[in-house]
């Protein structure tokens, strides 16, 4: 988990997860869901197998070149070992996500809205523990105007940010236990309800007759005595 090329292999799984995967998957394979574990986005086979592994390169580049593109890149030396926990803890949350996704399309019963808020909340949970390690850099931690300029600021900030990090991420994660997501709860209580019908007001009961653009006076009697039970005048 502290190795710099650690991305690298977990790409290689990654890969080797889609090519097994592909001649089994659908044409089209859900990426997206909603709050209540709906699928509500959808992707094509080669896509869907092929936008994780990617991205997982990518983040393995862009790690091992931050450090040494920033201004402060001699503070990484001091959380290097830190540094490489936290890069990997995420690539290693993508390619769970990337597992997710391929046996949703294998057709397995995948609670989404149940193990993505245990996911993201141990996510979290593991980030804050470490985020109070991280010394002052540009590019990883709570970085404002105040915590850049300040190394005492930054060291404060950091170690309360770390506890809400943890305790967030609890939090998030008892989700999962409870009988309704709440986030399932919210979003089938948000949905859009159409407004119920309004009756038509009394005076109007009476269908216009055929072929007439407005009531005349005369139609207009006959329609409330017809409404009132007496006969009307002709």
Not at 47 to 53: D, K, M, R
Not at 182 to 205: D, I, K, Q, V
Not at 208 to 230: D, I, L, N, V
Request: net charge positive; hydrophobic share 45%.
């Amino acid at each position: 988990m502290r190795s710099r090329w650690f991305g690298l292999v977990i790409a290689a799984l990654a890969v080797a997860m889609s090519i097994w995967a592909y001649p089994q998957l659908p044409p089209t394979v859900a990426t997206h869901w909603g709050l209540n574990g709906t699928p509500d986005g959808y992707s094509s086979r080669l896509w869907a197998l092929a936008i994780i592994p990617v991205m997982l390169v990518i983040m393995t580049v862009i790690f091992n070149v931050l450090p040494k593109i920033d201004p402060r890149h001699e503070n990484y030396a001091k959380f290097l070992s830190s540094y490489w926990l936290i890069a990997n803890a995420v690539i290693v949350f993508l390619l769970v996500a990337h597992g997710l996704i391929i046996a949703a399309g294998l057709g397995f019963a995948i609670k989404i809205d149940r193990l993505m808020p245990l996911g993201i909340g141990l996510l979290f949970v593991f980030l804050g523990n470490f985020l109070t390690r991280v010394e002052p850099n540009w590019f990883v931690g709570i970085r404002t105007p105040w915590t850049l300029s300040s190394d005492t600021v930054w060291r404060r900030t950091h170690r309360t940010g770390g506890w809400v990090f943890v305790i967030g991420g609890l939090v998030l994660a008892s989700t999962a236990l409870l009988p309704l997501s709440p986030l399932a709860s919210c979003s089938l209580h948000c949905r859009y309800r159409p407004p119920t019908p309004r009756p038509c007001p009394r005076r109007w009961n009476h269908p216009m007759p055929s072929g007439a653009g407005r009531w005349s006076s005369a139609e207009r009697s006959r329609s409330r005595a017809t409404q009132r039970g007496a006969s009307p005048s002709l």
